[in-house]
């Protein structure tokens, strides 16, 4: 298997422009991570969708952040407008959740570094 | 409100020391994971504790769950350069979401 597969790995943008982040999942995974991570706040989970779904979209930051999975193979993350602020590795992670017996391993992608300008 | 605090937040030592990691909640997990992050690449779980008091041992590394279900610590006997990383903990809540730790980023020196 090629494991969670993140595009891009680098980008770099000027404030203001719209920046889409993508992900392909484990096949066979029915649950979807978008995180953040900076030194400043660490790693922080943004938003998870289980089967598709949003589940918990509570640590999107604002308005200019959205989420899309439109099938249990691809899901992205969308800044519009960009900020310097947003500048961070943000990490797509993917796992197999059966519905009970609490989370299971997450696998991470390597991350997209994104720098904004 | 960071729910899991690491420390030390940054430890540098020689190839061969010996080294210990904590991990440490004022809320009770029902189970804790390590992570370690080596850089340029997304965290890779070491290992799940479930049952207070349970000690884990993976090759050189120990991991132990308080008995209390609140903490958790790592020991490293005679680390390694390939042991070099960021080291995290992550508890579940609410169905299959994680809350990290604040991290320890661990340098091995050779």
């Known amino acids: 298997d090629a494991g969670v597969i993140q595009s891009p790995r680098h980008e770099v943008t000027e404030m203001g422009q719209e920046v889409t982040l993508r992900c392909k999942p484990i096949?066979?995974?029915?649950?979807l991570f978008w995180y953040r991570q900076t030194m400043m706040r660490g790693l922080e989970l943004l938003i998870y969708?289980?089967?598709?779904?949003?589940?918990?979209d509570s640590g999107m930051p604002e308005d200019r952040f959205s989420a899309k999975m439109p099938n249990a193979s691809f899901s992205t993350l969308k800044i519009q407008p960009s900020e310097p602020r947003d500048s961070a590795v943000y990490f797509c992670?993917?796992?197999?959740?059966?519905?009970?017996?609490?989370?299971?391993?997450?696998?991470f992608g390597p991350g997209t570094r994104l720098l904004v300008l | 409100t960071q729910l899991l605090e690491q420390s030390p937040q940054f430890l540098s030592i020689q190839e061969g020391e010996n080294l210990t990691v904590y991990c440490n909640s004022s809320?009770?997990?029902?189970?804790l994971q390590w992570y370690r992050q080596e850089p340029g690449e997304g965290p890779v779980l070491l290992v799940t504790v479930v049952t207070g008091g349970e000690v884990k041992k993976l090759k050189r590394l120990t991991f132990q769950f308080g008995d209390a279900r609140k903490d958790s610590s790592l020991h490293i006997t005679a680390a390694q350069p390939g042991d070099t990383g960021l080291y995290l903990c992550a508890g579940p809540r609410n169905t299959d979401k994680l809350i990290f730790g604040t991290g320890t980023r661990l340098q091995v020196f050779p």
């Open positions: 969708f289980n089967n598709n779904v949003p589940i918990d």
């Open positions: 809320s009770v997990f029902s189970s």
């Open positions: 992670a993917s796992s197999f959740w059966g519905g009970e017996g609490g989370p299971k391993t997450q696998y």
């Open positions: 096949s066979g995974h029915n649950s």
